[in-house]
C-alpha cells in the first residue's frame, strides 16, 4: 500500500550501496560506543566491563553499557539524514508528529499489566524480595527515564524503522518482512547471558516479541505502540524487578531470587497476552486488515 509507513522508504534515491554504508555506520557506531564506555570504566572507574567487580555501582554499570546504544542511534539518525536525505519523522511515524497519545498508551496498558503479574507471582510464593535502597533507587529512577529512551530507540528504529521499511523498498510482502525483521531482533539477543542460563528457547520470546512489535508497527502505520511497549517492559527490569543473571543487573524496587527458567509467565506474554494486546489496539485504532497485507 503507498503511502503507508512500510512505504515510505520509496520517496528517497538510496540504492542498495546506500543502505550497506548505513548499516556499516551503525556497527561502527556501536563498536565506537562500547569502546568509550570501556575507556571510560577503565581511566574513571578503575574496571574492565569484561571483567566487572561486585562492588561497582550497579547505575554506573547501566550507564556504561547504555552507550553503545546512544552511539549507534547517532550513527543511524545522521546516516538517514545524510545519505539518504530522509525526514527522520517518517521513520518512525506516517503521521505528521509522533503520536505521544499512542506511545503513553501501549506503555501505561504493559507496565499495568507487567505489575499484576508480579503481584500475582509474589502471591503465589515465588522467591521475589524488596531491594530498595533509597540512596541508589532515586538515581536508578532519574537514569532510567532519561537513557533508556535511547536504547530503546536505538533498537526500534534501526528494525522496525530502516531496515523494515527498507525490505519494503524492494518489493518483499509486509508480513514477510515482519516475520524476518522480528527473527533478526530476536537473534540479536543471542548474546545475552540469559540466554546462557534459560537455553535458546528464550530466543522464541524475543523473535515472537519482535514479530509482535512489528505487526503493531506495520498495521498501526508508525512506530509508537511499539516503541511504548518496549519502553515500557524495559522499564519493568530496570526499574522495578531485577535478577542477578539477566543482561542488565539493577538495584531495582525488587529482585527475584527464584531459580532462573523459561516459565509461564514468558509462555503467557507471547501465546496470550500479546494477541490480546494487538486486537485491542486493532480495534481502539480501527485497523483495516485488507489494505495492509
Do not use: C
Request: charged fraction near 15%.
Amino acid at each position: 500500500m503507498e503511502g503507508s509507513f512500510f512505504h515510505s522508504a520509496n520517496e528517497e534515491r538510496a540504492n542498495f550501496g546506500t543502505y550497506l554504508l548505513t548499516i556499516t555506520i551503525v556497527l561502527l557506531g556501536l563498536v565506537v560506543g562500547q569502546v568509550i564506555a570501556e575507556l571510560f570504566a577503565t581511566k574513571f572507574f578503575g574496571f574492565s566491563l569484561m571483567y566487572i567487580p561486585k562492588n561497582v555501582s550497579r547505575n554506573v554499570i547501566l550507564w556504561l553499557l547504555m552507550v553503545p546504544f546512544i552511539s549507534a542511534l547517532a550513527a543511524l539518525l545522521f546516516s538517514l539524514r545524510t545519505f539518504h536525505k530522509r525526514r527522520l519523522i517518517t521513520v518512525f511515524t506516517s503521521r505528521d508528529r509522533f503520536d505521544w497519545g499512542r506511545f503513553a498508551l501501549s506503555a501505561s496498558i504493559w507496565l499495568a499489566i507487567m505489575v499484576i503479574l508480579l503481584a500475582i507471582s509474589i502471591g503465589t510464593g515465588s522467591a521475589i524480595e524488596l531491594n530498595l535502597d533509597w540512596s541508589r533507587f532515586i538515581p536508578l529512577i532519574l537514569i532510567s527515564f532519561f537513557i533508556l529512551p535511547f536504547q530503546t530507540a536505538a533498537e526500534d528504529l534501526f528494525y522496525r524503522g530502516f531496515l523494515f521499511q527498507g525490505l519494503g523498498r524492494i518489493g518483499l510482502n509486509p508480513i514477510l518482512a515482519v516475520l524476518l525483521v522480528g527473527l533478526l531482533f530476536g537473534m540479536s539477543h543471542a548474546g545475552n547471558p540469559e540466554v546462557d542460563v534459560l537455553g535458546n528457547g528464550v530466543l522464541v520470546y524475543y523473535i515472537m516479541t519482535g514479530v509482535f512489535l512489528g505487526l503493531l508497527t506495520h498495521y498501526d502505520d508508525g512506530m509508537e505502540l511499539g516503541m511504548g511497549y518496549h519502553f515500557a517492559n524495559n522499564l519493568f527490569g530496570v526499574l522495578i524487578l531485577t535478577n542477578d543473571w539477566q543482561a542488565l543487573q539493577t538495584d531495582a524496587l525488587m529482585i527475584d531470587r527464584s531459580l532462573p527458567v523459561f516459565g509461564w509467565d514468558s509462555l503467557l506474554v507471547i501465546a496470550v497476552l500479546q494477541p490480546i494486546l494487538f486486537f485491542t489496539y486493532a480495534r481502539i485504532y480501527k485497523w483495516k486488515k485488507s489494505t495492509r497485507v
